[in-house]
Each structure stands twice: as structure tokens, then as C-alpha cells.
């Protein structure tokens, strides 16, 4: 069983800063890619950064030069420094990991997900 816990979110200003965090616990051997994903009300679920083992990143156009994604692999643990924060920001973030739990098994876990919102 695999859990991944994000925190950090919560009610930040336009032009504000946030750091959300996920820790990923349980049966894991390793964690290849981990991302931040978004859904804003009444639209679909979109990426937002991801980041490689080896530590390759790529970005959404909307975030790009405002949001960096990092990972700290020993604590299993993906950050997304958001800076700039503009009110389209605003939605439940999840973070995702791809955690390769025996040598044969390997699948994509989510967390529960945590609410941005930017607003004066």
C-alpha cells in the first residue's frame, strides 16, 4: 500500500507565494516521475509540473518562470514552490508518483489533494 499526503496549501493574495509538499509512504522499492497536477471547479484536471528521477522538469506554458517543482528523493518527498500567484491559479492541487513497489509491479499513486486559492 502506498499513501501520498500533500500539504501546504491555503488562501495566498494575487502575486503571493505558496509551497505545497507530498510525502509518499508505504510498500515503495523506488519512485520514478512525480508531478503536481491541478482542477480548478468545472474544468479538467490538468499537469502542472512533473519531475524525473534524474531530476529532468517540465512545466504547463501557464506556470513557467513562476512555479518550480523539486524532489528530494531519500524522503520520497516532491515540493512545488508556486510564486506570482494569479487568481486562475486557484484549484486543488494533487501530487502523483510513479512508485515501483517489487521488481515486477509498478503503478501511478495519487493524494487526496490540497486547495490553492488566490484572492484579495
Known amino acids: 500500500q502506498v499513501q501520498l499526503v500533500e500539504s501546504g496549501g491555503g488562501l495566498v493574495q494575487p502575486g503571493g507565494s505558496l509551497r505545497l509538499s507530498c510525502v509518499a509512504s508505504g510498500n515503495i522499492r523506488s519512485i520514478n516521475a512525480m508531478g503536481w497536477y491541478r482542477q480548478a471547479p468545472g474544468k479538467q484536471r490538468e499537469l502542472v509540473a512533473v519531475?524525473?528521477?534524474?531530476?529532468?522538469?517540465n512545466y504547463a506554458d501557464s506556470v513557467k518562470g513562476r512555479f518550480t517543482i523539486s524532489r528530494h528523493n531519500a524522503g520520497n518527498t516532491v515540493y512545488l514552490q508556486m510564486n506570482s500567484l494569479k487568481p486562475e491559479d486557484t484549484a486543488v492541487y494533487y501530487c502523483n508518483a510513479e512508485c515501483k513497489t517489487s521488481l515486477w509491479a509498478s503503478r501511478t499513486y495519487w493524494g487526496q489533494g490540497t486547495q490553492v486559492t488566490v484572492s484579495s
Open positions: 519531475i524525473g528521477s534524474g531530476g529532468r522538469t
